[in-house]
């Protein structure tokens, strides 16, 4: 039997949208036990030692067992590279799917099964080059969902070519003399596209991140967060600036910067370098989910009362 809710969306309110959702599994379940890192836990990880992206799978076993998150209702999705390997590592149901293309099947399973807490995870190359019109597109639809990008400034998985984030200088096989192209800036990207949901973290700071990921799971939208993993064997080095372990310095988004003003976030992911983490941007937005689930149900309302063979007989006739 299924659950349906009211959209908690003050904006679907204020448009007077009424549409249902099938409820996201409860977080909590006092009827069972929360998964351990050992149940959830799936291949050993590849990474090379050191790599940031461990950090990051820890986290995320730690978020499935913190939020009582179960089997059944995890879906974990990524595309290639060395950060897509994630849904190997990790017990559920998921996908390692297409190079630049998870956001694409990762809005089929958000759409389909809004039951389910979906979690894609790439690097900056999966997510910005080749997957950068789904990145653009998936964010301005709002499609609901968790996005991480372990952002290395490098191509690692094929050993170090220039990536869209690496710096202007940066030496590798694809640009020996140094990259001539100026990099693009994710935060700024994602919130001129439409993200209602935009944060950045590093793997280094451990609670930091995942804070900011338990915020970003809770969001009702598309929620993006470029985490900062260091590639200890194509770059090292690449991120010391923002580790105080390694002289550099964190500096947290200021408590008092209004994460609903879209300007003073797109101010403040131009901050020079190592800029600034924390939440920079989130709204109340409808998602595509609820607009879709709007116009499902609109239809029904004009077909109500009759089977299935009877609607495809009227769409036929309209046909002729």
């Not at 349906?4 to 959702?21: K, Q």
């Not at 409860?26 to 940031?52: F, N, Q, S, V």
């Not at 399973?109 to 990145?135: E, K, Q, T, W, Y």
């Amino acid at each position: 039997m299924s659950t349906t809710i009211a959209i908690p969306n003050e904006t679907l309110a204020r448009t007077g949208i009424a549409a249902t959702l099938p409820a996201p599994a409860p977080l909590a379940d006092t009827d069972r036990k929360p998964l351990t890192k050992k149940e959830t836990a799936a291949d050993h990880p590849t990474w090379c030692p050191g790599c940031g992206d461990f950090s990051v799978l820890a986290l995320y076993y730690k978020l499935i067992e913190k939020r009582k998150i179960h089997h059944e209702n995890i879906c974990t999705v990524a595309g290639i590279g060395c950060s897509s390997r994630f849904p190997y590592f990790v017990q559920a149901h998921g996908a390692h799917f297409i190079h630049g293309r998870a956001l694409a099947f990762a809005s089929g399973v958000s759409l389909s099964r809004p039951d389910l807490h979906v979690f894609v995870f790439g690097g900056d190359g999966d997510a910005f080059s080749i997957g950068g019109n789904h990145f653009t597109h998936t964010a301005r639809k709002n499609v609901k969902m968790t996005y991480v990008v372990m952002d290395n400034f490098v191509y690692g998985l094929t050993k170090k070519q220039t990536s869209p984030t690496s710096p202007l200088g940066f030496k590798s096989k694809t640009d020996i003399g140094g990259s001539t192209d100026r990099p693009i800036n994710p935060m700024k990207q994602a919130i001129s596209a439409g993200a209602t949901f935009v944060a950045r973290c590093t793997a280094t700071n451990v609670a930091h991140l995942l804070k900011t990921m338990e915020a970003a799971m809770d969001h009702d939208g598309f929620s993006f967060i470029e985490c900062l993993s260091e590639c200890v064997e194509f770059y090292p080095g690449a991120f010391d600036a923002s580790n105080p372990r390694k002289g550099g310095q964190f500096a947290e988004v200021s408590k008092d910067h209004d994460v609903t003003d879209e300007y003073a976030a797109y101010k403040l992911a131009d901050t020079a370098w190592p800029g600034q983490f924390g939440i920079f941007y989130q709204a109340d937005r409808p998602t595509k989910n609820a607009n879709e689930a709007k116009l499902i149900a609109d239809h029904r309302e004009k077909v109500n009362g009759l089977e299935d063979w009877q609607i495809l007989q009227k769409s036929f006739a309209r046909m002729k």
